[in-house]
């Protein structure tokens, strides 16, 4: 990974839809070389895939709501059923496990508080669960999807 690699995707991840000719350009390479160097990166998984970027408030899924999850279940039976009842779940859009105070934690997009219920009744009703703690976030301040490339 070089400094060409680094800017091919600081180019990508900026903006998926520009043409070859643009990054290209931005990253003063030639054509070619340059689409060696994204489908190098493909393969090698830096690239994982190209996607759209979209408004929730435009799709009426604009509140945000941070789900902490407690369980006193940590086998794998437990684990396996509740990741299936949470990727089915369109609502939660990120899912983690994590350490500390909280086993889990949920981003879920709603259009409402209505809409939250419905996903947390959902929840509670398809797995055993000790403890669920909402938030609702009340302004989004930083919000990317760019990832740092300093590291790389």
């Not at 983690?96 to 889990?104: F, H, K, L, V």
């Not at 055993?128 to 609702?136: G, I, K, N």
């Given at each position: ?32 070389p ?6 190098r ?78 996903v ?33």
């Amino acid at each position: 990974m070089d400094k060409i690699d680094k800017a091919i995707l600081d180019a990508l991840q900026t903006n998926a839809t520009a043409s070859l000719q643009e990054i290209s350009e931005r990253v003063h390479l030639s054509a070619t070389p340059c689409w060696r160097r994204i489908q190098r990166l493909e393969r090698e998984g830096y690239i994982q895939q190209r996607v759209a970027l979209l408004n929730p408030a435009k799709l009426n899924v604009g509140v945000t709501v941070f789900v902490a999850v407690r369980t006193n279940q940590h086998n794998e039976k437990w684990a396996k059923k509740f990741t299936a009842v949470v990727t089915a779940i369109p609502e939660i859009v990120e899912f983690y496990r994590m350490s500390g105070e909280i086993d889990y934690l949920l981003r879920v997009v709603v259009p409402d508080i209505k809409g939250y219920d419905a996903v947390y009744q959902r929840l509670i009703r398809e797995v055993e669960l000790s403890d669920v703690s909402s938030s609702f976030a009340m302004e989004q301040i930083k919000f990317t999807t760019a990832l740092p490339l300093d590291y790389a």
